[in-house]
Structure formats: structure tokens, C-alpha cells
């Protein structure tokens, strides 16, 4: 049986560490805030922004939620934007996605200052990720590797295999692998020969949003699976992307959905703030 890498009790470790450092910021008159946009009335998205709201309060950072109507024009959207950029109590900004159809996201990413982006979305964020020169990592990647480390697992010289290439999770989580030294193959809807790629991975993180996708058949013995996936099925029971019965008897680890990557993702961004935080106040 895999070991189960306990992202809810990491992620626990982690906020009160955060908290601590909180304190101390404060100590030296630096004061994080996070400000969160949301647009409409997505289900969703209304409880990932109150458990954001309520993880800045947990940890002491000042947090502000901005909600703005279905019907809310770009320009309004963008106008909040600019006002959030020159405020500096705000230290971090988030805007919710998705935005609903007629307002056009990137330009909503691009109106956040990138000293601001904690999402790290912008074109700016992105290309430091590349290079590797980057104040902000992506929250969820930035989860996963915090996921591998903690638990001791050694990423040098190791396959790891992306399954996945969003501009959220896999791209950036191939790249902070690489950064890592692992030898690391993305692959996706098109891959040929997946399952037999995905054997080949000590390392394999999976962010498709297909229910249960992963099957034992396709995990190399004693292999790290890291499973992404928050997929909602017909009961109402959230389930990842990995099955996870089947594989948790092959695998040398795995991360359970929900209390796997999820509630990293949060701490991720709380992190985010800190460091702009720290940056704004140089
Ligand atoms: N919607 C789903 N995940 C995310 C995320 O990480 N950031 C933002 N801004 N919106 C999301």
C-alpha cells in the first residue's frame, strides 16, 4: 500500500509558519493584504474565495473580497483593478476566474501589476518562471512540489511525468520540475502511447480533469502520484483524476482528493502575499 502524503496536515505545518511570519512582519511595520475579485455568481467560486478570505484571517494577513455583478462591464473591472494597484494596504490581487464570457481574461491579467499578481498569471510572471528568476510561483505547482519535499522524496535525476499542459498547472509544473533537475515529458489529450509514458514516471503528476483517469495499469511500481484532479461526480462526491483504490496498491505514494493538493494551493498564496509584501516594503 502507498504512503499517503497528507496535504491537509502539510498544509496545516505550513499556515503556522506563515502565521509566525505574519508576526514578524508586522514587528518591522510591514502589513500583508490580500485583495480577491470575484465577478458573478459561480457556486464554486463563491467557496474557493470565502476559504480564501477566511485563510488570510486565519493567518493574520488583512484581507478584502470585492464582489461585482454578473453584468459587470470590462472597463469596470479593469478600473477596480487600477485602483487595487495603487493601494498600499493591498499587497497581492486575485481575480477569481473564470470571468464570465464577455470579459476578456487576459486583459484582465494584464491590468494586475505584476508586483501584485499572486496568481502569478501575468506574461510578466510567467517568462520570470521560465527563467527561472521568479518571486511568485504558481499556487497549485508550487503546492505539489511543496507536497514532494515535505515528504522527503528526493526529485533529482528522476522521471517525472505531466499529465496535463493548462497554463495553470501543467506548463508551469513541468517547468518548476525541471528547475528541480528531474527529467520531465508533458503529455496531453493527443499523447499516443500515454499509458505506457506514464510508466515510465517515478514522479507523476496528473491535472486533466478527467475523473479516475489513472489506472493502476499505468503507474510504475513504488512510483509518487500526485493527482490535481477536483472533479465533481453525479453523487456529489469530489473525486481527482488518479483512481485512486486501484493505484494507492501500486504506487509508493499518492495524495488522497480532497486533502491532497487542494488545500496546499491556499497556502501557496498566502505565501505569494508575504513575498509581495516584502518586495513593496524593500
Ligand atoms: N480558479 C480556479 N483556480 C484558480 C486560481 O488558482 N486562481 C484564480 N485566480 N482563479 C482560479
Known amino acids: 500500500m502507498a ?7 502539510i498544509s496545516a505545518q505550513i499556515r ?14 510591514i502589513h500583508p493584504g490580500l485583495a480577491v475579485i470575484i465577478v458573478g455568481e459561480d457556486p464554486a467560486s463563491q467557496v474557493y474565495v470565502r476559504n480564501k478570505g477566511r485563510a488570510c484571517e486565519e493567518v493574520g ?25 495603487a493601494r498600499r494596504e493591498i499587497s497581492g490581487i486575485l481575480v477569481q476566474l473564470p470571468l464570465p464570457r464577455h470579459i476578456n481574461e487576459a486583459a484582465v491579467i494584464a491590468a494586475i501589476s505584476p508586483e501584485k499578481d499572486v496568481d502569478a498569471f501575468s506574461e510578466v510572471n510567467v517568462g520570470k518562471i521560465m527563467i527561472g528568476n521568479h518571486h511568485f510561483l504558481p499556487c497549485t505547482p508550487a503546492g505539489v512540489m511543496e507536497l514532494i519535499r515535505r515528504s522527503g522524496i528526493e526529485i533529482e ?28 515529458t508533458v503529455c496531453h489529450s493527443r499523447t499516443k502511447n500515454l499509458a505506457e509514458v506514464c510508466r515510465t514516471a517515478d514522479i507523476l503528476v496528473v491535472a486533466i480533469g478527467k475523473a479516475d483517469f489513472i489506472t493502476a495499469d499505468m503507474v510504475k511500481p513504488g512510483a509518487v502520484v500526485i493527482d490535481v484532479g477536483m472533479n465533481r461526480k ?47 516594503n524593500k
Open 157 to 184: 535525476g528522476k522521471q517525472a511525468v505531466v499529465v496535463g499542459r493548462s497554463n495553470i498547472v501543467g506548463k508551469p509544473q513541468a517547468m518548476l520540475l525541471l528547475h528541480a533537475n528531474a527529467t520531465v
Open 16 to 29: 503556522t509558519e506563515i502565521a509566525e511570519e505574519v508576526k514578524a512582519m508586522k514587528a518591522q511595520g
Open 234 to 280: 453525479a453523487d456529489g462526491k469530489l473525486t481527482g483524476d488518479v483512481d485512486y483504490a486501484g493505484v494507492s496498491e501500486v504506487a509508493g505514494y499518492i495524495t488522497p482528493v480532497p486533502g491532497g493538493v487542494g488545500p496546499m494551493t491556499i497556502t501557496m498564496l498566502l505565501k505569494n502575499t508575504l513575498t509581495a509584501a516584502r518586495e513593496q
Open 3 to 9: 504512503n499517503i502524503i497528507d496535504g491537509k496536515k
Open 61 to 85: 494577513i488583512y484581507s478584502e473580497i470585492i464582489r461585482m455583478p454578473e453584468s459587470t462591464a470590462e472597463e469596470e473591472l479593469l478600473a477596480k483593478i487600477d485602483e487595487l494597484n
